[in-house]
């Protein structure tokens, strides 16, 4: 019923980076439903009642018609091992049915995470966007499988840049961060470039 998913940090009633969220359903709603007039995220913005000042994590799961608002406590992951994986996917817009990124997660531990790659190129974790430090740079893969919407505020603010990252350009960095709209940049873990491995 519901095609696509927003999700975005919450704290009390207001919604995080609102504007690129905004322009994401828009794009949505541009190349799937060029008929009909795009969600505004301001207007569901003052339907939610939130009373604390915890983070919490705000799943909107919408179609052209209509939307349904799902709100739930944020634990951020933590992953004691990362590997890579082959995986060609069309993840361009960020839908609700995430099956496959699901099932190749299935047989792993909890604690453990996949960065996918397409011909040699880093892309993407499961579930977020990757940036890599090598002392002076942040900077996270161009050919991304999702333009998050935490690492298009941080390539606008020019906190971050982006680049094609091969496999071999791991040797390059010493350090990643894992990004998505429920993490903040600055607080959220640093792992070493150790803890990635060949699948």
Known sequence: MFPFIETMQLIGSNLSNLEFHQARIDEVFKNFYPNYPSLSLQNIQTNILNNTSNIKKCRLLYNHHYYNIQISD??????????????????????????????????????????????????????????????TLWTTPSNCLLKGTTRSRLLSENKIVEEIIKIEDLKLFRSFKLINALNNFEETTEYSISKIYML
């Open 74 to 135: 944020y634990n951020p992951a933590i992953f004691n091992q990362f590997y890579l994986m082959e995986c060609k996917l069309n993840y361009k817009y960020k839908y609700y049915d995430r099956l496959l990124l699901e099932h190749i997660k299935s047989n792993l531990h909890a604690d453990i995470e996949i960065i996918l790659t397409s011909d040699g190129l880093i892309n993407d974790t499961s579930y977020a966007n990757i940036v890599f430090y090598d002392g």
